[in-house]
Structures are given as structure tokens and as C-alpha cells.
């Protein structure tokens, strides 16, 4: 059998006001391991993969936050069976039938009553794409996600500070999460191209891969460049730690007026930091619900400066 190669997840001495509880260990922990069960036979590490995932699991500390867990596990999953966990064929297949439906989705949303609460909507739904909280993930999720952004809410008092804001906007950072969920954000950033087209927009994607999150590769395959500006955030984080994002991605987030922040792992390495944020997500877990009083597994936009 392998050698233990525990990781030390201490070593990041950062406070994220989105704090470890046991739900998100047991998530996570979950959601790996039944995804290396998925992929991989050999019993010998399949046994010291869960042994050492839980370790790191049960030791992280509660300072930290589920981004970085998350990362230290997919680092344990490379040394114990020397290869990354692949979603390349997840994202290719979200990404290729989203791109189908753009341009009808586009055109329905643009012929809307009021086009930028309705892109939200599809954007907020869009973020149930997520491998990190369901392991199993098949295309039907995308028939759920519309049905969903169609059923959503997009909070009047949240809403009304929004177009506030952007009314006087020069600069947004729009902060991408996963796969599939792109295409609508590229939806979302057309409508808020159209009605000000005076606003320049950065995106910020992954640096590294990571699950099913988007890269700069993800985002040329999608066609994102020829929207806005894109960089990557220079880190294998699901999110956006500040400690570790490189100086044209914090430089991006201080020069801008407005901030969207897409899913959880944005949410919870970037909540608290004092940023003009909006944080567009799909409610996955108990703790964000009970954090933010609203319902599990509902699609939300929350303003920070609401919080």
C-alpha cells in the first residue's frame, strides 16, 4: 500500500467568516470519495484515499473554509492515485448543450418585461451545477436549472441597490464558478452590455483546473472573450482567496465599482472582505441557508452591504 500523504491544511492561517462546520466536511468528504469510487478500482487506495480524506477532513480547522479543504483534497487525490480528478467531460457536456440554447434563451430573456432581473435569475439557478456538492451530476440538470430560474425570486430591496448601483458604475468584476453555469453568466454580462454600455467588465476565472470550475480555456471554448476581458485568478482554489489570488485579479477586484460573485466557493472566501459585492448562488447547504435565511437548494442574490 502507498505511503500516507497526508496534507498539512493548516498551514493556511487565514479567517474566512465562512467558517468549517461539520456539514461541510462530511460534504465534502462525501463527494469525493464517492467520485474516486466512480472512477477508480483499486481497493488498496480507494481505502487510504478515504482514510487520509478524512483525516484532513476532521482536522481542518474551523478558521478555515470549504474552498480551501477542497483543494487540499484534490491534492491528495493526485498523490495517492498520481492522476487529478478529470471533470473535463462534465464540463465539455454542460458547456456544449447550455451553448445550444443560448441564443433562444438570449432572445427570450432580451424580450422579457425586464430582461436584467430575468438574466439573474438564470444566472442565480445556474450555480446547481456544481460537482462539488453533487457528485452525480447527468445533463437533465440543465432541464432543472431553467425550470428553476423561471420559479425564481429576485429580492425587490436587492435589486432596487443593484441598478442603483450600476447607474453610476464604470468598472464590474464578474467572479465565474463552474461549468455549464458560464453560458448563462455570458447571458447575463450581454444584458448588462446592452442596457450600459458604457460598463467595463472584467471576468475572473480559475487558474488552475479545478472540479467542474471554468478556466480560461472553458471560457474561450464558450465564447466569453469576445464579450469582456478575462483573467485568471491564478490559484487551483474553488473560489477566491485572497491571500493566494495573483495582483491582476485583486487588482481587479479594488478597481471595481460592482462585484458579482458566482456560488459558494466565491461566497465564502470573499463574504466579509469589504467589497461592493453581490453574491448570485444556488443555496446548497444548511449553513449558508440558515446564514442568510433563506431557503435550501433556492436560487439568491444577496448585496454585501445589505448583510
Sequence with gaps: MPAPCRLIYAQ????????LDDECRDCLYGSQTKKA????????????????????????????????????????HGKI???????????KMFNSRLLEMEDALYASIQASEDPLKEALKYAMASNYIDYARIYNLSQGAVDLVI??????????GVYAKLRQDLSTARTLCYLHDNCGEIVLDKILIRILKDQYPALEITSVVRGKPVINDVTEEDARDTGLYEFVKVI????????????????????????????????????????????SAYYCFCCKCNHIAERFSIPLWSAAIVAEQAI
Excluded: W
Design 81 to 91: 492515485f498520481a492522476k487529478s480528478l478529470d471533470y473535463s467531460k462534465e464540463k
Design 232 to 275: 485568471g485568478n491564478g490559484t487551483d482554489v474553488p473560489g477566491t482567496p485572497l491571500g493566494e489570488v495573483s495582483k491582476e485579479t485583486l487588482d481587479a477586484l479594488s478597481r471595481s465599482d460592482v462585484i458579482f460573485s458566482k456560488g459558494l466557493g466565491n461566497l465564502e472566501t470573499l463574504y466579509g472582505e469589504g467589497y
Design 37 to 76: 469510487e466512480a472512477i477508480d478500482l483499486d481497493a488498496e487506495k480507494l481505502a487510504l484515499f478515504k482514510k487520509e480524506a478524512r483525516l484532513i477532513c476532521d482536522s481542518a480547522p474551523e478558521s478555515g473554509c470549504a474552498p480551501l479543504l477542497c483543494r487540499d483534497l484534490n491534492l491528495l
Design 12 to 19: 493556511h492561517a487565514l479567517f474566512y467568516a465562512m467558517t
Design 147 to 156: 425550470q428553476a430560474a423561471r420559479g425564481s425570486h429576485v429580492d425587490a
